[in-house]
């Protein structure tokens, strides 16, 4: 592949904009699946006695009967709300990349059809050809 010069710092940004949303992506996408699977484990027949043996903690009953939600007892979840998305994205927190599992996919999905545009229009990688026209073809397609 000859590129016709050095990077410019356009090419530059994107690549370190494009790589690590790339790889927040597909982070997400384990996730996801980690998620799944563990799921699809819990609701086998297998671990049906392993489920029943669970006890709710007393504090948290409390907390389920005073109408409110269970609390994350994790010290990433309380500060979560206070970071920037940025923050997050870039710190690989597990609930922001599967709350935006598929914005980064998108972003991810533009950005690898970007980078197959300039490989086929600044590059050689392909190669060249000779155009054909073919007007009597164009007006019966």
């Given at each position: 592949?000859?590129?016709?010069?050095?990077?410019?710092?356009?090419?530059?940004?994107?690549?370190?904009?494009?790589?690590?949303?790339?790889?927040?992506?597909?982070?997400?996408?384990?996730?996801?699946?980690?998620?799944?699977a563990a799921s699809l484990k819990t609701d086998s027949d297998i671990n049906l006695v392993e489920l029943g043996n669970?006890?709710?903690?007393?504090?948290?009953?409390?907390?389920?009967?005073?109408?409110?939600?269970?609390?994350?007892?994790?010290?990433?979840?309380?500060?979560?709300?206070?970071?920037?998305?940025?923050?997050?994205?870039?710190?690989?927190?597990?609930?922001?990349?599967?709350?935006?599992?598929?914005?980064?996919?998108?972003?991810?999905?533009?950005?690898?059809?970007?980078?197959?545009?300039?490989?086929?229009?600044?590059?050689?990688?392909?190669?060249?050809?000779?155009?054909?026209?073919?007007?009597?073809?164009?007006?019966?397609?």
């Open positions: 592949m000859v590129i016709s010069g050095p990077l410019t710092p356009a090419q530059v940004s994107f690549l370190l904009g494009i790589i690590p949303v790339c790889v927040a992506w597909l982070y997400s996408e384990f996730l996801e699946y980690k998620k799944t669970d006890t709710v903690k007393e504090d948290d009953r409390a907390v389920l009967l005073e109408g409110g939600g269970l609390q994350s007892a994790s010290p990433r979840s309380h500060g979560s709300f206070i970071a920037s998305p940025v923050v997050r994205l870039f710190t690989m927190e597990e609930s922001f990349l599967l709350e935006n599992r598929l914005t980064l996919r998108a972003i991810s999905e533009f950005g690898i059809i970007l980078f197959y545009f300039y490989l086929c229009d600044r590059t050689n990688f392909f190669g060249d050809s000779k155009k054909v026209l073919a007007s009597l073809l164009f007006f019966l397609c």
